[in-house]
């Protein structure tokens, strides 16, 4: 398990807790607990799901306050592109109440899913496999432009 941890952090991995490991291990990560080694061969590429298609469509469904509906709509595009630039995929942005392949959403505590933000300082984030396409974003953070 240690050696597993040290290979995930880039770390030279010796299955000894040198000072190293200590340091990684003592860092914040984020809300989420980190995953269990045993099964971080079953993310959704080494299973093979992907997109069905090479053209997505995103919506934002809700947006947070903080920052506003059209400045989020303008970050998220920007991360699509910045993605498409790495995949062959294009990711294009449809109204708030079309059907699309992804639906961005920011949301508090229990949201509607089986993962419940926990409130400022956490979890920021989660999303689902392809085809599902759920990208939550936890509502209590300080989002910025900046």
Not at 4 to 17: E, S
Not at 58 to 69: C, E, F, Q
Not at 116 to 143: K, N, S
Request: proline content about 5%; overall charge positive.
């Amino acid at each position: 398990m240690l050696k597993d941890f040290q290979q995930r952090f880039h770390l030279k991995v010796t299955g000894i807790l040198d000072d190293a490991t200590k340091r990684q291990m003592s860092q914040p990560r984020c809300g989420n607990k980190d995953p269990s080694f045993s099964l971080v061969k079953n993310t959704a590429a080494s299973l093979g799901l992907k997109w069905s298609r090479s053209t997505l469509t995103w919506s934002l469904k809700n947006y947070s306050p903080r920052i506003g509906a059209a400045e989020s709509r303008n970050i998220i595009q920007q991360a699509f592109n910045a993605w498409s630039q790495h995949i062959p995929l294009n990711v294009k942005q449809v109204c708030s109440t079309c059907s699309s392949n992804i639906v961005v959403d920011f949301g508090q505590t229990d949201h509607g899913d089986h993962y419940p933000f926990d409130g400022q300082g956490g979890t920021l984030a989660h999303a689902y496999h392809p085809e599902d396409g759920r990208i939550h974003f936890d509502m209590d953070e300080p989002w910025t432009n900046r």
